[in-house]
């Protein structure tokens, strides 16, 4: 019997530029990059050199720590070039499409007949583990220890996010064959949570070997990571592995048809997107192959979310885990006196110090990249707890990052939470202060210590 | 001009004023680098002047009555506009003095720290004037605020990190070092020149000598004397309206103040609810209690803080032979405490916390 939890605090911002569900065309990119930056606390180790020929499913670099994880290619193609930035450090591994796309090929397997062992070796093998997070901290599972259970959220709640009912239309059996899999490497299940508004009407309520769970309430309940707290909050000592629902499905196609395929509909969103559509594309493509779809003037293109994706430019790349791409203006432009301005009804905020509350849940506003103001101190500090469903002192949690005391973190439950469940925080904060950003050193300061 | 007043340029000594002036007329056009890509547009300089706003109606009621006191005590016989002009051309020193020296003092820390000019003086300045009596000397007033903004708040590192709030800290110097200019009965009407200064007690030592002569009606609306604005409990109550209903302050602590307040006052001799509407009790409970720095921080502490203040307060006022009025040691002994407060509802959390990790 599924578990229905109904989350109240949180906040679904009302931005200009949803994608509507329906498949505008397949763009085939001509480059296609993928960024050991993707992963948190990741030592790349390259394993191709500038001008070798791959297909898609080839390893592109490794992980210097467990190198049987390989980050591979999504396409066939040639290296077109080894992308470093300060002291070397690996950025992208930047691959030039074949026209005609071949992929590794591998056996079909039967997940019935192979023990534990079997599956972390072909996941492993068949370069599908990075798509396998580890929490605390949202790092590359590590393929050694066995997890507490393992969570999947089928629930896109982030703002502009396509629809997951229409994302995995037609993925089904390829979903199924993902949490079989994934069902095998846990004694604690596969926990499984779907959006109660549409589980009725969703293909994915009928997935076999998974513990349901729906939630409702604005964002943040689709974050996996506020799920997991709802569902069973992660102890000191415990790991719990996440995988997102675009991956799932690229696990379960490569182990049901033997073809490593990342190929995914991607949404083209945000108030700077000319007309707002979904693609098919694939993983790492380049932006320069959307550019068509984006606003002439001053536009960031966003691989992600705006709370949490991250500024790639105009010819960056998708995000290994990203399927949407979010454009905006940037905001860098003066306004009179605009802090003091009693109406500004194009603003939108949380607070009530502006109209925005009044205006209904219908109405969008095409927000830009303006701060709306300079950094300060904690002032206002009880207005983060209102966009955070889970039972954690924000404020406490961020202050011990800052003042690099573990035991505090450990006992405000770093382990609970990665930045991207403070996004919304940081969002509403009116100091301005980079919330992510806090939590993200705080969670390299707890690696560097505890590994 | 911007490059004169940066690093380097001619005129750098004055980089954090010239910064405060560009972003006190501009918003500025600095654009998120990383983390979220969007922001509410809410920041502190709105959430200041909302404060303001809320104060307005305090603001010129006390301009006012400090006319109409003075008319009345002197007998002048002066008509409702030689009234405001006259407690207009009172209140506009106290105004000039807590600004100027306040925002001296702000904007060297500022270029000494390399930081933005804090809004927080905003509205500390704005409160100072409004909770001093109207005859104190300037020059006291100059050396309380200087106080109250190096003591009281930069040495902790500015707004956000002060234990005390500031406006009150600057009236409790005040009251400590110069309690004569402080309290008893001379020191509530406005002086005129050439004539003696007059006697005249407020509801509150009133109360404490066993003979409150005003009615519930006066001291509601706040034709009373009193701390300039601390008298018309009707204009304290529109400013709370305005703060409920933008978020800024929390209500819950407004709340729990006035039920600590009426709970204690039922042990006094006057009915309970005067103790809401004499002396500073209103401004206090809206306005001090109420600053998100100086606060419980918890939701769950909040509650407690609130109450308590309140409790305290009277508790003062109707116990306490020394000192008529309690809500301003009241509002400072519970900014102290409130971290503590914070600190056992935080621990709580660890607690639960802990505990699930032995019970999993």
């Known amino acids: 019997m599924s578990e229905h939890i109904r989350l109240k605090k949180g906040l679904d911002i009302p931005l200009a530029g949803a994608a509507p569900a329906k498949i505008a065309e397949t763009v085939a990119p001509d480059l296609v990059a993928i960024k050991p930056t993707d992963f948190k606390a990741l030592v790349p180790k390259l394993a191709v050199k500038e001008g070798d020929a791959v297909k898609a499913g080839d390893a592109l670099f490794v992980d210097k720590m467990c190198p049987s994880i390989s980050f591979c290619s999504p396409v066939s193609g040639v290296v077109q070039a080894v992308v470093r930035g300060d002291k070397r450090k690996l950025l992208a591994v930047v691959v030039k499409a074949d026209k005609e796309q071949q992929s590794v090929k591998h056996n079909a397997v039967d997940l019935a007949k192979m023990d534990r062992k079997a599956v972390v070796d072909l996941l492993l093998e068949r370069g599908l583990w990075p798509m396998i997070k580890q929490r605390p901290y949202g790092i590359v599972a590590n393929p050694e220890l066995t997890p507490k259970s393992i969570f999947v959220s089928a629930m896109a709640t982030a703002p502009l996010a396509p629809d997951p009912d229409f994302v995995m239309e037609g993925q089904m059996e390829y979903l199924q064959a993902g949490i079989d899999a994934l069902g095998r490497l846990t004694n604690g299940g596969v926990h499984f949570s779907l959006n109660a508004a549409k589980a009725a009407g969703s293909a994915m309520s009928s997935l076999k070997g998974v513990i349901p769970h729906t939630f409702s309430g604005p964002h943040p309940a689709g974050n996996v990571g506020v799920q997991i707290n709802h569902i069973s909050p992660i102890n000191k000592g415990e790991i719990v592995w996440t995988v997102d629902l675009v991956s799932l499905a690229a696990i379960g196609r490569c182990i049901a048809t033997g073809t490593y395929d990342m190929s995914r509909v991607v949404a083209v969103t945000g108030p700077a997107a000319e007309n707002p559509v979904c693609i098919k594309a694939v993983q790492g493509m380049s932006l320069a192959s959307i550019a068509k779809y984006a606003k002439k003037g001053n536009v960031r293109f966003i691989s992600g979310d705006v709370l949490t994706g991250e500024n790639v430019g105009a010819d960056g790349y998708l995000g290994f885990f990203d399927n949407q791409v979010t454009l905006l203006e940037e905001g860098d432009y003066y306004e009179m006196l605009g802090w003091i301005k009693p109406f500004r009804l194009k603003k939108f905020s949380f607070s009530h110090l502006y109209w925005s509350w009044l205006a209904g849940k219908k109405k969008t506003y095409k927000l830009d990249t303006n701060t709306n103001g300079g950094p300060r101190a904690f002032v206002v500090s009880d207005v983060y707890g209102k966009v955070l469903p889970m039972d954690i002192y924000p404020v406490y949690l961020l202050k011990a990052c800052l003042a690099k005391d573990i035991e505090k973190m450990e006992n405000l439950g770093i382990y609970e939470v990665i930045p991207e469940d403070f996004a919304l925080c940081e969002f509403v904060c009116p100091s301005k202060i980079e919330i992510q950003k806090i939590l993200s050193d705080g969670i390299d300061l707890m690696l560097k210590e505890m590994m | ?360």
């Open chain 2, 1 to 360: 001009m911007k490059p004169t007043f940066s690093k380097g340029g001619k005129l750098s000594a004055l980089g954090s004023f010239f910064d405060a002036m560009e972003t006190f007329f501009f918003v500025p056009k600095t654009v998120t680098a990383r983390g979220t890509h969007i922001k509410d547009s809410v920041d502190l300089k709105r959430t200041m002047i909302t404060v303001m706003i809320a104060l307005i109606p305090v603001f010129l009621f006390s301009i006012y009555n400090i006319g109409y006191q003075m008319n009345l005590a002197y007998g002048l016989g002066w008509g409702f506009w030689t009234m405001v002009w006259k407690g207009f051309l009172k209140i506009l020193p106290l105004y000039l003095v807590s600004y100027i020296v306040g925002l001296f003092f702000e904007c060297m820390f500022a270029q000494i720290k390399g930081e933005e000019v804090n809004e927080g003086y905003f509205v500390t300045g704005f409160l100072i004037p409004l909770i001093v009596p109207v005859t104190i000397p300037l020059w006291m007033l100059a050396i309380a605020v200087a106080f109250a903004v190096v003591i009281g708040k930069e040495v902790f590192g500015g707004t956000g990190m002060n234990i005390w709030n500031p406006a009150l800290l600057c009236r409790a110097f005040l009251f400590f070092s110069y309690p004569k200019m402080m309290s008893g009965d001379a020191v509530w009407i406005a002086h005129k020149a050439g004539y003696d200064a007059v006697s005249c007690a407020t509801p509150l030592s009133e109360m404490a000598s066993g003979n409150l002569h005003y009615s519930a009606m006066d001291m509601f609306v706040g034709l009373i004397p009193g701390s300039v604005g601390e008298t018309s409990t009707l204009c304290i109550l529109l400013g709370a309206i305005l703060l409920i209903w933008t978020g800024v302050a929390s209500w819950k602590i407004m709340l729990s103040c006035v039920a600590g307040g009426l709970l204690v006052g039922l042990l006094g001799d006057v009915p309970a609810y005067y103790q809401l509407i004499m002396g500073g009790f209103a401004f206090g409970c809206v306005f001090m209690a109420t600053d998100p720095v100086t606060s419980c921080q918890t939701e769950t502490g909040k509650w407690i803080y609130g109450f308590l203040i309140g409790a305290f307060a009277v508790l003062l006022r109707l116990f306490n032979p020394g000192y008529p009025e309690g809500m301003m040691l009241a509002i400072l002994l519970m900014n102290t405490f409130a971290p503590l407060i914070d600190h056992l509802v935080v621990g709580a959390n660890v607690r639960r916390r802990l505990r699930r990790a032995k019970t999993a």
